[in-house]
């Protein structure tokens, strides 16, 4: 786990046991893990999970800026 993402879940008090950071890898061998919550930078990745497990959006990256007009 990227030490980022370590101090911010301590500074919350968010305890995590497991973490993966997969770029753009298949995301269907972490789901057949049962995870409790799955975070994604993007919501085309988290739209089909509806259902599945809880899921949040990290608002991250060029996927999520907002157009300039």
Do not use: W
Not at 4 to 21: A, I, K, L, P
Not at 55 to 65: D, E, K
Request: with cysteine; aromatic share 8%.
């Amino acid at each position: 786990m990227s030490a980022r993402v370590q101090t911010r879940c301590r500074r919350r008090g968010v305890e995590v046991n497991d973490g993966f950071f997969l770029g753009g890898v298949s995301k269907d061998r972490v789901l057949r893990l049962k995870p409790r919550i799955y975070f994604d930078d993007q919501r085309g990745h988290l739209d089909p999970l509806d259902g599945v497990v809880a899921r949040v959006l990290l608002p991250y990256g060029v996927a999520n800026a907002t157009p300039t007009p």
